[in-house]
């Protein structure tokens, strides 16, 4: 359960940083459009703060954790997450500072979009388990 609570520690900080980030790098760039940097911050803190709160209370009444299948999701969610909001980052900054973004970015960003996906799936196929096994049939 504390890689669940160190990981929805590290998002709040990333989160609360991204957003000190996307204020004052428009600010000293006077820049006054729309730029994904603005996104990064609720991403952070919904996706990986609020997710893996919600991934704690589960695991602590589901005991999720230390099983192959949590490895798994924790492993590939957060490296979905990574992945998308470091494209976001690069896409952000570029667009603040007037420069193109290369088409790469949004591929990249895609595979994130498919990492947090299959960390989901693996997520909700551990609970379908864990749920099955709390459930008895009446005898």
Known sequence: ??????????????????????REFTKLNEFDGPTQLALIHTHLLALGMLG?????????????????LFTLFFWFYNAGIAV????????????VLGLSVPMAVSLIAGLG????????ILLFVLLGKRLKKTVQPAA
Not at 52 to 68: E, H, M, P, W
């Open 84 to 95: 998308s909001v470091a494209m976001m980052f690069v896409h952000g900054t570029q667009t």
């Open 1 to 22: 359960m504390s890689k669940s609570y160190y990981a929805a520690h590290i998002y709040m900080i990333l989160g609360v940083v991204s957003g000190l980030y996307y």
């Open 113 to 120: 979009h498919i990492l947090l996906t299959v960390g989901l």
């Open 52 to 68: 893996f709160l919600i991934v704690l209370a589960l695991d602590k009444l589901f005991q999720l954790s230390g099983t192959r």
